[in-house]
């Protein structure tokens, strides 16, 4: 079982950088898909980017694209979600997360089963004038 720590976030002009932190302890030693989820005022939870602990192997959802960039500090046991070019609809709570029993993509794309994987606190990006 792991214990996902957040940090970073806050209220950014449009145009502006944030990075987020996520620090794991716990069960670290094996492979597992660890990424980043998000959710919009009256929208449903959407899957940014994810990442495989064992390969590096790393989707992105479309919108962030070239924005966005996920790297992870294996020393450390810590990802990072790097994000440029905010724009206000980046507004959103958002959350880390890891699994064992999905990849990255499918992690990303389907969500994590209630009880299969671990979640961060969460944090709030407002991009904004």
């Known amino acids: 079982h792991l214990q996902l720590v957040q940090s970073g976030g806050g209220l950014v002009q449009p145009g502006w950088s944030l990075r987020l932190s996520c620090a794991a302890s716990g069960d670290t030693s094996g492979a597992y898909s660890i990424g980043w989820f998000r959710r919009a005022p009256g929208k449903g939870q959407e899957g940014v980017s994810c990442m495989s602990t064992s390969d590096g192997a790393t989707y992105y959802v479309d919108s962030v694209k070239g924005r966005f960039t996920m790297t992870r500090d294996n020393a450390q046991n810590t990802v990072y979600l790097q994000m440029n070019s905010l724009k206000p609809e980046d507004t959103a709570v958002y959350y880390c997360?890891?699994?064992?029993?999905?990849?990255?993509?499918?992690?990303?794309?389907?969500?994590?089963?209630?009880?299969?994987?671990?979640w961060g606190q969460g944090t709030q990006v407002t991009v904004g004038s």
């Open positions: 997360a890891a699994t064992v029993y999905s990849t990255p993509q499918t992690m990303c794309r389907m969500g994590i089963m209630p009880n299969l994987g671990s």
